[in-house]
């Protein structure tokens, strides 16, 4: 089982750029795929973006691409999510989590979650 916690939520201008930070502790961290996903109230949780246990390769929703960079670093057991340009629709309550299902976007394919951390993106 991995701990997940996120950092780097907060308020922002539309076309500006946040920085999502996930630290995981546990076992097995580089073993697992991670990804982002992000809920508002009264929807489902949408997958954002995904990737490898090694970090060589990526996968997006197509609603990020372009403006979103998923990487990690196994060395310190981090996540990240760089987000650009960002619109008021990416306004959301975002989550990290790991997984053993390769290239899924699906939440249900994720078994450990962190709590949470809220981006704010306003016009």
């Known amino acids: 089982q991995v701990q997940l916690v996120e950092s780097g939520g907060g308020s922002v201008l539309s076309g500006g750029s946040l920085r999502l930070s996930c630290v995981g502790s546990g076992y097995g961290f580089s073993e697992h795929y991670m990804a982002w996903f992000r809920q508002t109230p009264g929807n489902k949780r949408e997958g954002v973006a995904g990737?490898?246990?090694?970090?060589?390769?990526?996968f997006y929703a197509d609603s990020v691409k372009g403006r979103f960079t998923i990487s990690r670093d196994n060395a310190k057991n981090t996540l990240y999510l760089q987000m650009n340009s960002l619109k008021s629709e990416d306004t959301a309550m975002y989550y990290c989590?790991?997984?053993?299902?390769?290239?899924?976007?699906?939440?249900?394919?994720?078994?450990?979650w962190g709590q949470g951390t809220q981006v704010t993106v306003s016009s």
């Open positions: 990737i490898s246990p090694q970090g060589s390769v990526p």
């Open positions: 989590a790991a997984g053993t299902v390769s290239w899924s976007l699906e939440a249900a394919q994720y078994v450990d």
